[in-house]
Each structure stands twice: as C-alpha cells, then as structure tokens.
C-alpha cells in the first residue's frame, strides 16, 4: 500500500492544522499507511557546519521518514505572513538532499483569518518547488475562518470543508499510485 507522511507546521497542543492533518488521515482508506513526523520542535537550527556524517540524529531521522514515504501531506499555519520558523527550519535541512524529489505532496493552509494563511502557502510552495517535491494538482487547498469549521475536539464541522479534504486525499493518494506504477514498468 502507499504510505503517506503527514507534517503539520504547528507545534501548539490545540492547533487546528494538526486537527485538519489528523481528520485528513482518518478519512484515509485501510490500504494507506499514515504517519506523522513529530520531531518538528526537536529538530537542531540549520546550520550547514554540523550537516556533516548524514547530520545530526533529528535530521536523519527527518530524511529517513521522507525518504520511505510514498507521498507527503502538509498542514501549516501562517505566522508574520510567513511559513512558521520550525517548518522552514525542516525544509532548510532537505535542500541538500533528494528525499523529496518527485514525490507527491499535497499542502494545507488553515487560519481563522479570511485569507487563509495564503502567503505561508505561496512561500511553502516556492521552497518545496525548489526542492523538487510534486505539487499534486488539486493537492493544496487554502483554509480561511478554520475556527468555525471544527469543534472544540478538532473535529471538521464544515460539511464542504470535509468534501474538500478528502479529494485533496484521494489526488494525492492517485498521484501516489501513478508513480507506483510508473516504477513497476520502468524496472
Ligand atoms: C498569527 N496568526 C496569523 N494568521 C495568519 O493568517 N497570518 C499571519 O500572518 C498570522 N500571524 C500570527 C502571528 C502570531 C504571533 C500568532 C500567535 C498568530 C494566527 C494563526 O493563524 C492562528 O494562531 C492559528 O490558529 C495558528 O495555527 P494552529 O496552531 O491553530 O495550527
């Protein structure tokens, strides 16, 4: 089956980016592996001098989860019009490395404002371009007023919300399968 690593770019305990990723992966189907990378706030600063010997312990850990999964979902807030520190700081230590080439990727933004959180997911979008991650079409999806459509448990109140997770999912999961396939046939 796929297997799928989930991020969210949150580190607070009641963020509604880890809620929106953890509804994303209860509508999964039984035949995608769902993981999620936790290590986001124990990940050192990047700092190119201790990138050495494959890198510290958090980032090897980082890239090997990447490097096994099939397809990657983020979820991120918007911080000062920005991608949160802690999520930049993780994409900073993939940039010398390939973990993510070609891989389908699927991004969320949510945020109570009516924008959405769309600058964090622009810039999201034009470093993981950079690093060659594959924007699955139809696999971003930009969330405004996300307070008023969970409950206070995180979970998705919003009915259209709901519809738009799931076919943000099943993109991403087809996009998986494609290149599954396309493996199969080239060797
Ligand atoms: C924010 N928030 C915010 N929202 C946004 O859409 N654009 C922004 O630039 C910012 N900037 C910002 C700065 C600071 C210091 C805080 C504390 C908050 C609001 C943010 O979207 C909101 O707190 C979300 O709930 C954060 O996401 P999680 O943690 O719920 O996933």
């Known amino acids: 089956g796929i297997k799928l690593l989930a991020i969210s770019g949150s580190l607070r305990q009641k963020s509604s980016n880890t809620a929106l990723m953890n509804a994303i992966i209860g509508l999964a189907p039984e035949s995608m592996k769902c993981n999620i990378y936790e290590g986001l706030g124990d990940l050192p600063h990047f700092n190119p001098d201790i990138d050495v010997d494959e890198g510290p312990a958090p980032v090897r850990e980082l890239r090997k989860q990447l490097m096994e999964a099939d397809g990657v979902l983020f979820c991120t807030p918007e911080y000062g019009n920005g991608v949160p520190g802690v999520l930049k700081n993780a994409l900073d230590w993939l940039v010398s490395t390939t973990v993510i080439m070609n891989k389908p990727t699927a991004v969320i933004s949510a945020s109570p404002s009516p924008m959405g959180g769309d600058k964090a997911h622009a810039s999201l979008l ?62």
């Open 126 to 187: 034009l470093t993981l371009n950079m690093i060659n991650a594959e924007i699955v079409e139809k696999g971003t999806l930009i969330i405004p007023h996300i307070t008023m459509k969970m409950n206070s448990d995180g979970a998705i109140t919003d009915a259209e919300l709901k519809q738009e997770l799931l076919a943000v999912l099943q993109e991403l999961e087809q996009a998986c399968l494609l290149k599954h396939e396309a493996y199969k046939h080239d060797n």
